[in-house]
């Protein structure tokens, strides 16, 4: 098994709309599938165990992965792959299931959504990129278009909840600029290195599956295939579009598409679920739609300056 190099490969190109919409529209597949996590966890799954199904997402992917490319880190990149993998996939999923516990869905959603605005402070501060008003401004309405769509008006705010549904945007956040910063050894695939975190994240949260949940549950059919959807899509093929999107766009534009992740998890319980979105939700929609829209354009030549 080969063990790749530890320069980072250095981002490509934009190479103009042409070329930046076909990726932007890939990467946006990986939030959206995560989307499909809510109704899949609640509808076809064990109740009870939702660490083990993060666990089960994140191990067998990477392993799978690993099989594929037969290509393990080297040198510094032992402890880099473990450093993302823990933020991207460990401690992200731990803290959001303690936040799901702890908050009504549409409290937690509204706290995940935060996560553009601390990417765009981080920019800043990792990546050295200026202050930019128009990412900032975008991505509040994107935060609040979510909260629209998901708050309630009988939501409920604990303070261990919130805590941990702001850490799980901040990791996420951290995560993805820092895999930004570093970028990816040159021998290693987007498969490769999207392997590496799975199993680096996945190693994580095992103990706490013990610890939290004890026994795994039964596993029926609809059980396998929740398990199957969430480990081969929303594990494999998400993170491999995802960890090649936030090499070949700008961290901000990235960041922002998380926000299709709630809204797609509302549009199917409103479809599956026959859970009704009204007047103030459908504008919520529209709102966090145009911060994702706007979060993949360059702000105006006045912002800049």
Excluded: C
């Amino acid at each position: 098994m080969r063990t790749a190099a530890a320069q980072p490969v250095s981002p490509p190109a934009a190479g103009g709309v042409a070329g930046v919409l076909p990726r932007t529209l890939l990467t946006a597949l990986a939030p959206a599938s995560w989307g499909t996590s809510y109704i899949v966890v609640t509808e076809m799954l064990p109740p009870g165990h939702p660490v083990f199904a993060a666990v089960l997402r994140a191990l067998p992917a990477g392993l799978i992965a690993l099989a594929f490319t037969r290509v393990l880190p080297s040198g510094v990149w032992w402890l880099k792959a473990a450093v993302l993998g823990i933020l991207n996939i460990g401690i992200l999923n731990a803290l959001i299931f303690v936040a799901a516990e702890r908050l009504p869905g549409g409290v937690a959603g509204t706290l995940a959504a935060a996560q553009p605005l601390v990417v765009a402070v981080l920019a800043v501060l990792v990546l050295r990129e200026p202050p930019s008003g128009w990412r900032l401004a975008w991505g509040a309405a994107g935060m609040a278009g979510v909260g629209l769509v998901v708050l309630g008006p009988a939501a409920v705010f604990d303070v261990v909840g919130v805590l941990a549904g702001l850490g799980a945007a901040s990791s996420m956040a951290l995560g993805i600029t820092l895999t930004k910063r570093w970028g990816r050894p040159p021998e290693a695939s987007p498969t490769a290195f999207a392997g590496w975190q799975l199993i680096a994240g996945g190693l994580f949260l095992l103990p706490i599956t013990a610890l939290t949940e004890g026994a795994p549950p039964a596993v029926d059919g609809t059980a396998a295939l929740g398990y199957l959807w969430l480990g081969l899509v929303g594990g494999l093929m998400a993170y491999v579009l995802w960890f090649r999107g936030i090499a070949a766009l700008p961290v901000t534009s990235v960041a922002v598409l998380v926000l299709l992740s709630p809204l797609v998890a509302a549009t199917l319980g409103a479809v599956i679920l026959g859970q009704t979105l009204g007047a103030v939700q459908l504008a919520g929609f529209a709102l966090a739609l145009a911060a994702i829209v706007a979060g993949q354009l360059p702000a105006p030549a006045r912002t800049r300056r």
